[in-house]
Each structure stands twice: as structure tokens, then as C-alpha cells.
């Protein structure tokens, strides 16, 4: 029984290691009271399907120092106005998803 009990366990934590993304891994790691493994996860999930890896590094980083999300915005670049745009559409389709 132990056994069963070890395997289902190592399992979920696997799965989790394994969808642990930029993301999630910073929505984790933010220290906000609503995050949560299953909200950060979902969060991860439609990261997944919406933006490059690269753009979810750079996203990441919001989440550590909320100003670059409000100099990236502001700029008059047009590829921050373009990873700008393609945040956005993260963030409104992970509100839609995800509860937030």
C-alpha cells in the first residue's frame, strides 16, 4: 500500500515539474497570497498556447519587478509594442481561463 501511495505521489510531482513553465514558475514563486499550483498552472497552460518560450522568460521577469512591465508598455519600440500586444492577449485569454 506504502508503495501505491509513493508512486501516486512521485506522479503528481512529476506532472508538475514537468508543466512547470516560466510562468508558472514565477506566479509560484511570487509570493501573492491567490497563487496557487492549480491557479499558476492553468496560468502556465495558456502561457503554453499563447506565447513563445522566449516571450514567457521576458513575461516571467513581471513578475519579480512589476516596473518592466510599465517600461515595456510605455516604450515607443515597435518590438516591445509588439510583445506588448501579444502579453495582452495572454493575460485577457488567462483572466477567461484561468479565474482571474
Same mark, same amino acid.
Request: charge should be positive; include cysteine; charged fraction near 20%.
Given at each position: 500500500m506504502k508503495m501505491i501511495l509513493l508512486a501516486f505521489v512521485l506522479t503528481?510531482? @512529476?506532472?508538475?515539474?514537468v508543466e512547470a513553465g516560466p510562468i508558472?514558475? $514565477?506566479c509560484? &514563486?511570487?509570493g501573492n497570497s491567490n497563487a496557487s499550483p492549480a491557479?499558476?498552472? @492553468?496560468?502556465q497552460r495558456v502561457a503554453?498556447?499563447?506565447?513563445?518560450? $522566449?516571450?514567457q &522568460?521576458?513575461?516571467?521577469?513581471f513578475?519579480?519587478?512589476?516596473?518592466?512591465?510599465?517600461?515595456?508598455?510605455m516604450s515607443k519600440s515597435d518590438d516591445d509594442n509588439a510583445f506588448w500586444q501579444r502579453y495582452s492577449n495572454f493575460g485577457t485569454a488567462a483572466a477567461a481561463n484561468c479565474g482571474g
Amino acid at each position: 500500500m506504502k508503495m501505491i501511495l509513493l508512486a501516486f505521489v512521485l506522479t503528481i510531482l @512529476c506532472a508538475s515539474l514537468v508543466e512547470a513553465g516560466p510562468i508558472g514558475s $514565477a506566479c509560484l &514563486r511570487s509570493g501573492n497570497s491567490n497563487a496557487s499550483p492549480a491557479l499558476c498552472g @492553468c496560468i502556465q497552460r495558456v502561457a503554453d498556447l499563447t506565447l513563445q518560450r $522566449a516571450d514567457q &522568460r521576458r513575461a516571467a521577469g513581471f513578475f519579480q519587478d512589476p516596473d518592466k512591465a510599465q517600461e515595456v508598455r510605455m516604450s515607443k519600440s515597435d518590438d516591445d509594442n509588439a510583445f506588448w500586444q501579444r502579453y495582452s492577449n495572454f493575460g485577457t485569454a488567462a483572466a477567461a481561463n484561468c479565474g482571474g
